[in-house]
Nanobody, 124 residues
């Protein structure tokens, strides 16, 4: 079983930055592709970014492209999301997710493991 724990959320001003982290338990983190999703109040959970097992391939939602960067450190079993130039519409609960597979996928149904989420609020 894989347990994912996110951290790093909080309050930020528009134009500011936050860095989210997601630590995975177990010894199989390096064999999983990972992703970040977010869910704003009253909205569906949506794809934000994904990364392949070795970090060689990444994918981003159009809404965050050029502002967010996904990365991973397999030695530390940790996934990151660097969020720059934050906008009010980035306010959401952010979830990390792991899939049993090495390639990047954008659909949330492709991911078997989910963290509990970390809240990000962007204010003007």
């Amino acid at each position: 079983q894989v347990r994912l724990v996110e951290s790093g959320g909080g309050l930020a001003q528009a134009g500011g930055s936050l860095r989210l982290s997601c630590v995975s338990s177990g010894r199989t983190f390096s064999s999983y592709a990972m992703g970040w999703f977010r869910q704003a109040p009253g909205k569906e959970r949506e794809f934000v970014a994904a990364i392949s097992w070795n970090g060689a391939t990444t994918s981003y939602a159009d809404s965050v492209k050029g502002r967010f960067t996904i990365s991973r450190d397999n030695a530390k079993n940790t996934l990151y999301l660097q969020m720059n130039s934050l906008k009010l519409e980035d306010t959401a609960v952010y979830y990390c997710a792991g899939r049993v597979g090495r390639t990047v996928m954008v659909g949330k149904t492709e991911y078997a493991y989910w963290g509990q989420g970390t809240s990000v609020t962007v204010s003007s």
